[in-house]
C-alpha cells in the first residue's frame, strides 16, 4: 500500500488502565514496523459483555460517541483489545445498516452536539498486522524462536460474529497462526483451541469459569505448549492471573507463561525483556526468558 | 396457567434485526456447543431461553431463584456461528440480560462497570499507580475523556434511572 496512513489507536481501558505494558509493547511494534497510530480522548468503548448487558442503546450511543471522535479525523481505529474492537465494530455496523437506531442514536448525540456519520472503519489489532504480512514482519525478526511450541488462543470477540466482523474464519482462524510462525514458532494444535477464556462467565460466577479455563490450559499442556499468545487485555488477564485458582478447581497446576503477541513480537525483534515490563507479568517469565536464551 | 406476555415477545422479536428468531426448530445446536451448558447443563440452556422467548413465555425466563438461567452466557459467540437458522442468538440474550438488570436481577459486576462508566467515562478508571507506571514504560498519560458529554449521553439514554444514579 503505497498510501500513508495513520490509524487513531485505542488501547481501552483494561490495557492503558490496568496493564499498560502490553501497550508498551504494542507502540514499540507498531514504531518498528513503520506504521502510524495518534491517540484520542476516547470514552470507554463500551465494554460489549458489561456494558451491553446492562443498556444496549447506552451502549450504542457511547460507541458511536467514539467513533465520531475519529471520524472527526478521518481516520480509522486500530484496537489493542477484542471487546473494543467488537463493540466499536458492531455499533458501527449496526448503525450502518439500520437507518432507525441511526436517527435514534444521533437523536442522542445531538446534545453534545456531535453526528455518528459512519464514515470510518475499525480494525482488530491483528487485521492491521496481517495485512502488512507476516513475510514482510519476519524481515525486522533478529531473535529467533524456532523450537518454541505455542498455543495460540484468538479469543471470541476478535472473529465472532464472523458476518459482521469479517476477521478470519469463525471456528479456524489462521491470522494469529501466521503472525506467530513469522517469529520461527510453532502454533500447535490443541483440542480447546477455540475455547472460550471463561472471562465472560466469571463475571457472574467463579467455578464455571475457572474450569473452562482449567480445561483450556490442561488441552494445551498436554498438546506440548511452551506458552500460550493471546490478543485480547481480558483473555490476557484471565488467564495470567488465575492460574492457580484454575489448578486448585481442576487437581492440577498450572505454570504457563501468556504472552500478548505484541510481547512476542518485540522479543523477536531483538527489543530488551526489561523496557518491555514482563517483570508485571503474574504467570512468570523468568523460566522462560531463560530457556529462549533472552536473560 | 401459562401465560403468554405479547409485549415481551414483541420486544425480543423487534430486537432482532434479521427477523430470524421464529424459524428457530429448536435442533438444540446451540446448547450443543455452548460451553456453559457443557459444565452446568442443569442451569444454562441456550435452546430454551431462544423457546421461551419466542413464545413470550416471559415468567419461564425472569424472577426465579437462580438467574444464572440468563446469566450463565459467557459471550462467546460460539452459538451464534453454528445456529443453522442464522439467529444471533447473543443479540437476543442481551435484550433479556437488559430487562433482567432493569428489573434488579442482574449480578451486580454489571452494575458496579456501569456505574463506573458513567461516573469516569472508563469501565477502569485512571489509578495513580498505574499512571507511573505508565511514565516508567515511557507511554504518554492517557487522555481524559470528556465526562460531561458521556454524562449528557448517559442522562438522555436514562442509564442512571436504571443504576441508580
Redesign the interface.
Known amino acids: 500500500m503505497a498510501k500513508v496512513e495513520e490509524y487513531k489507536l485505542f488501547?481501552g481501558?483494561?490495557i492503558?488502565?490496568?496493564i499498560?505494558?502490553i501497550?508498551?509493547s504494542a507502540?514499540k511494534v507498531f514504531d518498528k514496523l513503520g506504521i502510524k497510530t495518534s491517540?484520542?480522548?476516547?470514552?470507554?468503548c463500551?465494554?460489549?459483555?458489561?456494558?451491553?448487558?446492562?443498556?444496549?442503546?447506552?451502549w450504542l450511543?457511547?460507541g458511536a460517541?467514539n467513533l465520531t471522535l475519529a471520524e472527526a479525523e478521518g481516520k480509522d481505529i486500530v484496537s489493542l483489545c477484542n471487546g473494543c474492537f467488537q463493540t466499536l465494530k458492531l455499533v458501527n455496523v449496526?448503525l450502518n445498516?439500520?437507518e432507525h437506531e441511526k436517527e435514534k442514536i444521533n437523536k442522542?448525540?445531538k446534545?453534545?452536539g456531535?453526528v455518528f456519520k459512519g464514515s470510518i472503519n475499525v480494525k482488530h489489532f491483528v487485521e492491521v498486522l496481517h495485512d502488512y504480512g507476516p513475510d514482510k514482519i519476519k524481515e525486522f525478526v533478529t531473535h529467533d524462536f524456532s523450537g518454541l511450541k505455542v498455543a495460540c488462543h484468538t479469543g471470541?470477540?476478535y472473529n465472532?460474529?464472523?458476518?459482521i466482523v469479517q476477521t478470519d474464519d469463525?471456528?479456524e482462524p489462521v491470522k494469529l497462526r501466521e503472525l506467530v510462525a513469522a517469529t520461527g514458532a510453532t502454533p500447535i494444535d490443541y483440542s480447546e483451541e477455540?475455547?472460550?477464556c471463561?472471562?465472560?462467565?466469571g463475571?457472574?460466577?467463579e467455578a464455571?469459569?475457572m474450569?473452562?479455563l482449567a480445561n483450556k490450559f490442561s488441552s494445551a499442556v498436554k498438546a506440548g505448549a511452551d506458552v500460550f499468545v493471546v490478543i485480547c487485555p481480558a483473555c490476557f488477564q484471565q488467564m495470567d492471573t488465575n492460574q492457580k485458582k484454575a489448578g486448585t478447581q481442576s487437581n492440577n497446576e498450572f505454570k504457563i507463561p501468556i504472552l500478548y503477541l505484541t510481547e512476542l513480537f518485540a522479543l523477536s525483534f531483538g527489543m530488551n525483556p526489561d523496557?518491555l515490563?514482563l517483570k508485571?507479568h503474574r504467570a512468570r517469565l523468568t523460566d522462560f526468558l531463560e530457556k529462549n536464551g533472552l536473560k | 396457567m401459562v401465560v403468554i406476555d405479547y409485549e415481551f415477545k414483541k420486544k425480543v422479536m423487534d430486537?432482532h434485526?434479521h427477523d430470524a428468531l421464529k424459524y428457530c426448530y429448536q435442533c438444540n445446536r446451540c446448547t450443543d456447543v455452548c460451553?456453559?451448558a457443557d459444565?452446568?447443563p442443569n442451569r444454562y440452556n441456550p435452546r430454551n431461553l431462544i423457546l421461551n422467548s419466542f413464545l413470550g413465555l416471559r415468567e419461564n425466563i425472569f424472577g426465579g431463584d437462580d438467574s444464572?438461567n440468563i446469566?450463565?452466557?459467557?459471550?462467546?459467540?460460539?452459538c451464534?456461528?453454528i445456529c443453522p437458522q442464522?439467529i444471533?442468538l447473543?443479540g437476543v440474550f442481551?435484550?433479556l440480560?437488559?430487562i433482567s438488570?432493569a428489573k434488579g436481577e442482574?449480578?451486580e459486576?454489571?452494575?458496579i462497570?456501569?456505574s463506573a462508566?458513567y461516573d469516569s467515562?472508563?469501565?477502569?478508571?485512571?489509578?495513580p499507580a498505574?499512571e507511573r507506571?505508565?511514565e516508567?514504560?515511557?507511554?504518554?498519560k492517557?487522555?481524559?475523556?470528556?465526562i460531561e458529554?458521556?454524562k449528557?449521553?448517559?442522562n438522555?439514554?436514562k442509564?442512571n434511572k436504571?443504576?441508580n444514579k
Open positions: 488501547p481501558c483494561t492503558g488502565n490496568r499498560p505494558f501497550e508498551a507502540r491517540d484520542a480522548a476516547f470514552a470507554c463500551p465494554d460489549p459483555v458489561g456494558f451491553n448487558s446492562v443498556d444496549h442503546t447506552s450511543a457511547m460517541h449496526e445498516n439500520n442522542i448525540l446534545g453534545i456531535k471470541c470477540h465472532r460474529p464472523s458476518e469463525p471456528m477455540m475455547l472460550c471463561g472471562s465472560g462467565v463475571n457472574t460466577e464455571p469459569s474450569q473452562m523496557e515490563g508485571f | 430486537a434485526i460451553p456453559v459444565l452446568a444464572f446469566w450463565g452466557c459467557t459471550m462467546c459467540d460460539t451464534d456461528e442464522k444471533e447473543t442481551t435484550v440480560k437488559n438488570i442482574g449480578p459486576y454489571y452494575t462497570q456501569a462508566i467515562g472508563k469501565a477502569i478508571p485512571p489509578q498505574i507506571r505508565r516508567q514504560l515511557g507511554l504518554p492517557v487522555e481524559a475523556p470528556n458529554e458521556v449528557t449521553i448517559l438522555e439514554t442509564l436504571i443504576i
